[in-house]
T-cell receptor, first 112, second 116 residues
Framework: GQNIDQPTEMTATEGAIVQINCTYQ??????LFWYQQHAGEAPTFLSY????GLEEKGRFSSFLSRSKGYSYLLLKELQMKDSASYLC?????????????FGTGTQLKVEL | DAGITQSPRYKITETGRQVTLMCHQT?????MFWYRQDLGHGLRLIYY???????DKGEVPDGYVVSRSKTENFPLTLESATRSQTSVYFC???????????????FGPGTRLTVT
């Protein structure tokens, strides 16, 4: 089976740094995605990790440890518009093609 | 317009009725996907398609039917709607293959379906 765990909710202050963790246990692993989803909108792609280590993209960074089944998304210089749900998803290549299995998401609230 | 679109955006139907949700993408992406999103469950894969005329079941396929006669369209049909199928449905497309997974999946705006 596939098991992906994220905290349900987090609260942080504007201008601060927040780390959203994701742990996974899946049958097969070919990479890990992070998506952002604002309320009532579609998920949008943030980052992709396939190798261990940190990938940095502006204010957002994502880290992966394959041996530990662990990833985190780091958001710096938080802005009010960063209030959204953050979805961790494991990418697997199966006999039928490529698939994403999503965690339930972490609802981030940014406060003044 | 370029991109991925879904129709209708909102739909209310009655139990037992057949409903078809449409998905159209203009990128000529090979892969297309249907997800449902419910509180407490996150996004769950219903069906996916690797190319025209190739479809396969995802995690929660029961009660749904798909077809893909053209690369750009991937309709999802609820043959006999039930209240448990009340959800937000997202269509997605991807150019990804195992050689280039980093492109990710691009999601449509979603269809909010209510079954009464």
């Amino acid at each position: 089976g596939q098991n992906i765990d994220q905290p349900t909710e987090m609260t942080a202050t504007e201008g601060a740094i927040v780390q959203i963790n994701c742990t996974y246990q899946t049958s097969g692993f070919n990479g890990l995605f992070w998506y952002q989803q604002h309320a009532g909108e579609a998920p949008t792609f943030l980052s992709y990790n396939v190798l261990d280590g940190l990938e940095e993209k502006g204010r957002f960074s994502s880290f992966l440890s394959r041996s530990k089944g662990y990833s985190y998304l780091l958001l710096k210089e938080l802005q009010m518009k960063d209030s959204a749900s953050y979805l961790c998803a494991v990418y697997r290549v199966t006999g039928g093609g490529n698939k994403l299995t999503f965690g339930t998401g972490t609802q981030l609230k940014v406060e003044l | 317009d370029a991109g991925i679109t879904q129709s209708p955006r909102y739909k209310i139907t009655e139990t037992g009725r057949q409903v078809t949700l449409m998905c159209h993408q203009t990128w000529s992406h090979s892969y297309m996907f249907w997800y449902r999103q419910d509180l407490g469950h996150g996004l769950r894969l219903i069906y996916y398609s690797a190319a025209a005329d190739i479809t396969d079941k995802g995690e929660v396929p029961d009660g749904y039917v798909v077809s893909r006669s053209k690369t750009e369209n991937f309709p999802l049909t609820l043959e006999s709607a039930t209240r448990s199928q009340t959800s937000v449905y997202f269509c997605a497309s991807s150019p990804s293959s195992y050689r280039d997974p980093g492109a990710g999946q691009y999601f449509g705006p979603g269809t909010r379906l209510t079954v009464t």
